[in-house]
Structure formats: structure tokens, C-alpha cells
């Protein structure tokens, strides 16, 4: 059974009848014929946490440079879409502590233009923090960005008349179909893919694998890393105007930047240079925070009350998972593979070959 | 501005800067030795202040005894932590180990959260640290004034032991060369976790001379101090111990100096410590007192 699907033919029909399956549940949920508004909220959220991860991984995973800016990059892409396509009539009810800029408020954009002047904004600003800072190495980066992602969280909580500081901002337009959130995945995820196989992301590589040895070759290290972390913030910045669309509202609370250790969970389980690996990850990860809020929740079992279910609960388990996944499966789901028919075929093989489950590495 | 705002203000600077410093200096050594950003440090900090809160309040202990035990407890805690998140990773790549220090300090942080609730608890009222002493028209507590002085002698005990014991000999060495230490017969273990004990002591001193100035105890309270000294040891240059303390100086007075004379910009008083960093790494990224590091290839 295994080896009659190892031909070409059967592999290239199974590829389209997953697409087909993938994009008719889509259009099933869609068309609310199944699933109900819960199931529909988690999956794009997935879809968002997709995009992010996928772009955090082409900077930490496939570059090579320790970044932890995503949460700031997310709020300039939340918060640009945020101030552009609010109706203008509402501004005002909206800034009522402070009134808005005079310039933004008469500027209304539709929610497309907004979202990718979202991704450009964070793509500048990337790039503006990245000539400084990426001369730096791992951990100085590490600190530096995540420093520039709180430095952008004060910027917004306290210029208020462009953010409407700690209120934050409500009534943004809420998109109606499924398609806006995956269709824009897809394309991401494509396009860093496209890119990743290109001379750029070879190059990108060759700077993870050993810096000197790539510059020597003549790889230009400063350009194509400013590069790859534009890019990433870029797509950063989709995702978060993505996501303040999703959730009609935004505030600086939401960017805190233990946002970036859910992006880095992702990663990391997904495998630190593989995009498939990533984007299994995202889902897992989104619906797995998702479905352990029960343990936030009070559980009596039996007439007795279980004393830990109490809030928090569900952070400890995230972060435990963070460290062991670190600890012993640090290569993650793929390591820095890729899905394909080949690689599920060769780990069944062995597992009917040895006789034991599991994917030992 | 009267000169006794002036006055009072330097003096808030100068202790804060202390505090900055004695957190430094645990970061300044971890990295020193490991080439490892220690993110849990500043968790290991908060979790001395809810020691602290737990055994005066609940405990009803005296300040002294409370004192050796929380020092006795975040020095275990910071041990533990070296144990199970650093050391069985010391021959993986450089990123999973910083991956480690981040899930230990958010799995601390989450802890917290979970065991003592986010609803902030407040720092016992420790009489001795907390009168207010009046000079010359200044009002200071106590412990603002004692800060810069505990921060200086543990700072010649710290500088004692690296330069004048065999441990410290050790230290040096392994700081120096990993690889050839560990070959001279240098009990690498030894060696690093005696660098925790010592920065996981000195993070509880600070935590509890900061509890006493500023009396509100939560999850979070150690992130933002961790990241600043951090930059404090950054900016005296990395695996100095004297460095860190001059950085934590430097910043302290950076940003009370900013809220003193711009106090318009208050609210951006914790992106200072980022711009700073910035301005070092540009002008001089071995920091103020560092040695020069080239890359091996």
C-alpha cells in the first residue's frame, strides 16, 4: 500500500484532493453550513498566528538572527489599519479624551490599502532599527528588538492623539468572509516560500549556517539581513492589521511582547526553518491555547474540586511546554525539513520497519 | 526647580541606580562565564520579593531572619534554574539555549501569576528601611539613603572574590576560555554555579531594598528592571563587574534625570534605557569599561 503511493501520479492527486478538501471545508464553514462563530474566530486566528510565525521564522529560523520584535510589528500594522479604516463619523465618539490628529482624521482608507500600508510602516520601521541593530549579534539582537517592540508599545500608550493611547481604538471594521484572513495566509506563506527558494533565501541560509564563510563568499551579510528582517516585519505587520480587524479593536495591552513567546512556542514546535512545520504549528498551537482555557476554568470531578484549575493555569502549561520542547525535542515537529509525500512515507516506512511508533530523530 | 527638589531627585537617582547595579552585576557575571543572557534573572528578582512578602506577612518573621531565608531561597531557586534549564543544554546551539532562558523566565513569571494571583501584594513595612530620615530639608527613607552603600561594599565582596580567591581564579579562567579551562581540570560546574549563587543573592538583596521603595509586589515586576540591567551591564561593558555597577549608576540617573527636568516625556521613561542601548552599541559596543572581543574563525 505504501510503496503503490510512492509514484508521482498518485502523489500529485492526493496534493489536489487535499486542496479541494482544504478549500471546501473552508467554503462550508464559510457559507455557515457547518462550525458555528467560535470555531470560525479560532481558525482565523490561526490563519494570523500563520502568517506572523511563518515571517518570524524566515527571520530567526532561516536567517539565522534572534529576533523578538513580532508583537511590535503587529501593533504598527494593528494599529494603521486601526486608524485608517475606522468611519470617519465615529472618529470622534472614538478620540474623546483626546481629539484626533487633524491630518489622520480626515484620511478614511479602504481596509486593503490600510493593511498594506500597515505592512510597509513595519517594513520602515524594521529597516530604520535595523541598521543599527542588526550589526549586533544573537543576544545583543535578541535584547534590542525586544526592547524596540516595547519601545513601540510606550510610543502608541502615550501619543495619544494618534492612538488614542490606553483606550485604545473600537469599532474597526469587522471583514465578512473567512477568504480575507486564509486568502491572505496563503499568499503570504507562498510568497516567503517563493522567496526562501530563491538566490535570496540561499543566501539567507548561508548567513544562519556560518556568517564569515557566507560574507566570504560574497554574500553581502548587512543587506540581505536588513532584508530578511524588513520582510519579516512586513508580513508582521499584515498579521497584526489581520488581526485588528478580526477583533474590531485594538489596545497597546494586546502587543505585549510575551506576545512574541507565542510566535516562538510556534517555531519552535513547528521546527526552526521549516515552513510546513510552521504552519502546522500555528493551528496546533492557536487551537491548543484555545481548547486548554478549560483549565483556567474551575473543575470538580466527582463532587471534589481539583484545586489546580485555577486562571494561569493555562500559561504554566504553555510555558512548561515551551521548555521541554526546547529541552528534548528541540528540533521540533520537521527540524528544518519540509512536509511532503516523501518524508510521511519514509517515517511510516521505518515505523512498519522497527515496529514502533513515534518519529524518533 | 528648588534646589531641594534637585537634591531629593539626585539622591532617588543615585539609588536606583544601586539597585540597577546590584541586578547588573548578576547578569554582567552569568554572560561573562556562559556568553548567555540570563532572562529568568529578573523573574529570580521578583520571586525574592514574594518571598519576602510571604515570610514577614504570613510568616510573621523578623526582617533579619526573612532576610537569609529569602537570600537562602533565591539562591536555590537560581541554582535550580542553572540546573534544569541551562546546564543540559550547554553543547546545543546558541539559539535554543536563549530559547531556554526565555521559557524559564516566562515559565517563572506564569508561576507567579498562577500561584499568587496578578492582584499586586504589598512589600511589608520594614520599619528600619522605611523611616524617613531629613537632611537638610531633603526627606529620604532609609533605604534610599543605604542603597549606594550596601550596592559598593557587596560590590568589593563580588570584586574580592573573583580577583582574590581560587574561585574567582576559576572564574576568570572560564570567562577567559571555556574550552581550556574545562581541559586544565576546572570544575566547570562548580565554577558557574557559584556565579549563580552570587548573582541570585544579590537579585534578592535588590528585590528586597526595592520592595521597601517601591511597596507593590506582582508577576511582571521583574521584566522591565531585568531588561534595563541588562543594558546597565551592557553599557559598562560585558563581564565587567565594575562596568555593570557604573552602567546601573549611569541609567538610574539617565532617567530620573529625564522625568526631573522633562517631566512632559515621564512616560517615556522606560524607553531610555533602549535609546542608550542603541547609542552604545553604535559608539562603543565593548561599553564603557569592556575588553575589546574579536570573532574566532
Given at each position: 500500500m505504501i510503496d503503490k503511493l510512492n509514484n508521482k501520479k498518485t502523489k500529485s492527486s492526493m496534493n489536489i484532493l487535499l486542496i479541494i478538501l482544504f478549500a471546501s471545508i473552508i467554503i462550508l464553514l464559510d457559507t455557515d453550513t457547518i462550525g458555528d462563530n467560535y470555531i470560525r474566530r479560532v481558525l482565523n486566528l490561526s490563519a494570523i498566528y500563520t502568517i506572523v510565525s511563518v515571517s518570524m521564522n524566515l527571520v530567526n529560523?532561516?536567517?539565522?538572527l534572534f529576533s523578538l520584535g513580532q508583537a511590535g510589528f503587529m501593533a504598527i500594522g494593528a494599529y494603521t489599519v486601526a486608524i485608517f479604516t475606522v468611519p470617519l463619523a465615529e472618529r470622534a465618539k472614538i478620540f474623546y479624551v483626546v481629539p484626533q490628529n487633524p491630518v489622520l482624521a480626515q484620511i478614511e482608507l479602504p481596509f486593503a490599502a490600510a493593511l498594506i500600508l500597515g505592512g510597509l510602516l513595519a517594513a520602515l520601521v524594521a529597516i530604520l532599527i535595523g541598521i543599527p541593530v542588526l550589526r549586533l549579534k544573537r543576544d545583543y539582537l535578541a535584547i534590542a528588538t525586544l526592547g524596540f517592540s516595547e519601545i513601540i508599545r510606550i510610543v502608541l500608550t502615550n501619543a495619544k492623539s494618534i492612538s488614542?493611547?490606553?483606550?485604545g481604538i473600537k469599532s474597526i471594521p469587522v471583514m465578512p468572509t473567512m477568504w480575507v484572513f486564509f486568502g491572505v495566509a496563503i499568499l503570504s506563506v507562498a510568497l516567503i516560500w517563493l522567496l526562501i527558494n530563491s538566490s535570496y533565501g540561499r543566501a539567507f541560509k548561508a548567513i544562519r549556517e556560518d556568517e564569515v564563510a557566507a560574507e566570504a563568499m560574497g554574500i553581502n551579510l548587512f543587506k540581505h539581513k536588513v532584508m530578511s528582517f524588513a520582510i519579516g516585519a512586513f508580513f508582521a505587520g499584515i498579521g497584526g492589521g489581520l488581526l485588528a480587524s478580526l477583533l474590531a479593536t485594538v489596545d497597546p495591552k494586546q502587543f505585549y511582547f510575551t506576545v512574541t513567546y507565542s510566535f516562538l512556542l510556534i517555531i519552535v514546535l513547528g521546527g526552526m526553518g521549516s515552513i510546513s512545520g510552521t504552519v502546522i504549528a500555528s493551528f496546533v498551537v492557536t487551537a491548543g491555547l484555545e481548547v486548554l482555557r478549560f483549565f483556567d476554568d474551575p473543575l470538580t470531578l466527582f463532587g471534589i474540586d481539583i484545586p489546580i484549575f485555577r486562571p494561569g493555569f493555562r500559561m504554566v502549561i504553555f510555558s512548561l511546554l515551551l521548555m521541554i520542547l526546547v529541552l528534548f525535542?528541540?528540533?521540533?515537529?520537521l527540524g528544518q525539513k519540509e512536509l511532503s509525500w516523501k518524508l510521511i512515507l519514509d517515517r511510516l516506512k521505518r515505523n512498519k520497519r522497527t515496529g514502533k511508533g513515534g518519529t524518533a530523530q | 526647580m528648588t534646589i531641594e527638589i534637585f537634591m531629593q531627585q539626585l539622591a532617588n537617582g543615585i539609588s536606583i541606580g544601586s539597585l540597577y547595579a546590584l541586578l547588573a552585576i548578576g547578569y554582567t557575571m552569568v554572560y561573562g562565564i556562559l556568553r548567555l543572557i540570563n532572562f529568568a534573572h529578573g523573574d529570580i528578582f521578583m520571586m525574592a520579593a514574594y518571598f519576602m512578602v510571604f515570610s514577614i506577612?504570613?510568616?510573621?518573621?523578623p526582617w533579619y531572619v526573612a532576610t537569609v531565608i529569602v537570600i537562602t531561597a533565591s539562591v536555590a531557586l537560581g541554582v535550580l534554574l542553572e540546573k534544569t534549564a541551562y546546564k543540559p543544554l550547554r553543547d546545543a546551539p546558541r539559539m535554543s539555549i536563549m530559547i531556554s532562558a526565555i521559557g524559564a523566565s516566562f515559565l517563572l513569571e506564569n508561576l507567579a501569576t498562577y500561584l499568587f494571583t496578578g492582584v499586586p501584594k504589598g512589600f511589608p513595612d520594614i520599619k528600619i528601611l522605611t523611616t524617613a530620615v531629613n537632611l537638610g530639608g531633603v526627606s529620604l527613607s532609609v533605604a534610599t539613603l543605604i542603597t549606594p552603600f550596601v550596592t559598593l561594599i557587596l560590590l568589593y565582596v563580588v570584586l574580592f572574590i573573583t580577583n582574590k580567591t581560587k574561585i574567582g581564579m576559576a572564574m576568570r579562567a572560564v570567562s577567559k576560555d571555556f574550552e581550556t579551562a574545562k581541559l586544565m581540570g576546572i570544575n566547570i560546574n562548580r565554577v558557574i554555579s557559584t556565579t549563580f549563587i552570587i548573582g541570585s543573592s544579590l537579585a534578592a538583596i535588590g528585590a528586597i531594598l526595592w520592595g521597601s521603595k517601591y511597596p507593590s509586589v506582582i508577576p511582571l515586576m521583574g521584566v522591565m528592571p531585568g531588561l534595563k540591567c541588562f543594558i546597565a551591564a551592557v553599557l559598562g561593558g560585558i563581564g565587567n563587574t565594575t562596568g555593570a555597577v557604573l552602567g546601573g549608576f549611569i541609567l538610574g540617573m539617565a532617567e530620573i534625570m529625564l522625568v526631573t527636568f522633562l517631566p512632559g516625556l515621564t512616560g517615556y521613561r522606560d524607553a531610555i534605557a533602549f535609546i542608550i542601548l542603541i547609542v552604545v552599541l553604535l559608539?562603543?559596543?565593548?561599553?564603557?569599561l569592556g575588553e575589546k572581543v574579536t570573532d574566532k574563525v
Open positions: 529560523g532561516f536567517t539565522g488614542n493611547g490606553a483606550l525535542f528541540r528540533n521540533g515537529l | 506577612i504570613n510568616f510573621k518573621l559608539v562603543k559596543p565593548t561599553g564603557l
